[in-house]
């Protein structure tokens, strides 16, 4: 059975923690629908109606585009061991770009300063609902641990080639919508 909250409280937070993985999802009236998975590493619940993610580089940049053209946005964390639950925070996002000093404020008080490479902006949500769910049918998996993969992608690429690959993959979505990302 669906519950539904103004906001996160302390028992939320700790189910969040104990994740190691969630999906966003976004999309504007008239694009596709995004969904993309990452580590939970990244992410930080800065309130009790606000988390934000260090997104790091991927093949695309949907989540940019959508948040420029619409807002709205969906974290989702599905328990996948110990107890089932389903849990949703909806909102409006915002992407902060790497040249703001929005940017270095959150790196800091949130990251301990440490900006991994490849990191290309950071992702704000501030919701106004959280939704959590039985969880039932979602199977039991074991965690092993993080891919290297990424880190070791962007080691080979190095800053100037990440910053090639940007505006090669990551100024517009697969609808052509501008991902802001060099807006300054």
Known sequence: MAKQFS????RLRDFIARQH?????????????NVSP???????IISPNAAIYLDRTGSGN?????????????IMFCAVEGPPMILRLYGRGRIIHRSAPEYRELLHDHY???????????????FDLV??????????????????????WAKAKGPDGIEEYWHEKNSVSMDGLPTGMFDG
Request: charged share 25%; proline share 4%.
């Open 62 to 74: 949907e989540t940019s585009a959508h948040m420029k053209a619409d807002g709205r946005m969906t």
């Open 112 to 126: 301990a300063g440490e900006e991994p490479l490849g990191a290309r902006q950071i992702v704000r949500l501030d």
């Open 131 to 152: 939704q959590t769910s039985c969880g039932f049918g979602v199977p039991l998996f074991s965690y092993e641990g993080e891919r290297p993969s990424l880190d070791q």
């Open 7 to 10: 906001s996160i409280d302390d």
């Open 21 to 33: 993985i969630f999906f966003t999802a976004s999309a504007t009236a008239d694009s596709r629908v």
């Open 38 to 44: 990452r580590e939970t590493l990244c992410l930080r």
